[in-house]
């Protein structure tokens, strides 16, 4: 099967705030007033926690749909511990990521247990989201200087 590319593109309008491109859709990115932001979206970290509770719920149905199960709910709450000592420039003794990632899903179904069971451990094997912050991911970073027309 050929590979899927995706891509988006932003521009910051402030220190903290960047709007960004996806497709035909506009995400503002920003910090809350309390981290020097002005809360005009969601920040980076919200972000990666709302895409993966958005890529586990597509995943869960797909799965579901395969292995039969009925799916009357689903519910999906996701949260982590970031330390901000790095991201501060104080201290490079933690990592400046999430420590941890705790995920909740409710579900409302009449399947057995197993079958539940079955189900999640398929929808962790499948869901690219969970792949990624599971397992290292090569990441190539470049910085390009803008031209100037002179």
């Not at 497709?23 to 970290?45: C, H, I, M, S, Y």
């Not at 972000?47 to 149905?61: I, K, P, Q, R, T």
């Not at 579901?64 to 790095?86: C, F, H, M, T, Y």
Request: hydrophobic share 40%; glycine share 8%.
């Amino acid at each position: 099967m050929a590979l899927l590319n995706f891509a988006i593109e932003g521009e910051n309008e402030n220190p903290t705030k960047l709007v960004v491109n996806a497709r035909q859709f506009k995400l503002v990115v920003d910090e809350p007033a309390g981290l020097g932001g002005t809360d005009d979206g969601p920040n980076p970290v919200e972000y990666l926690l709302a895409g993966y509770a958005g890529c586990l719920n597509v995943v869960a149905h797909l799965v579901a749909k395969e292995q039969g199960l009925d799916l009357n709910k689903l519910s999906i709450e996701v949260d982590g511990d970031i330390n901000p000592a790095r991201l501060f420039g104080q201290s490079n003794d933690d990592r400046a990521g999430f420590k941890i990632i705790r995920v909740n899903i409710s579900v409302d179904t009449d399947a057995e247990q197993l079958a539940i069971d079955q189900w999640l451990k398929e929808v962790e094997n499948r869901c690219p989201i969970n792949d990624n912050l599971t397992n290292p991911t090569p990441v190539e970073l470049k910085v390009t200087t803008f031209e100037y027309a002179k």
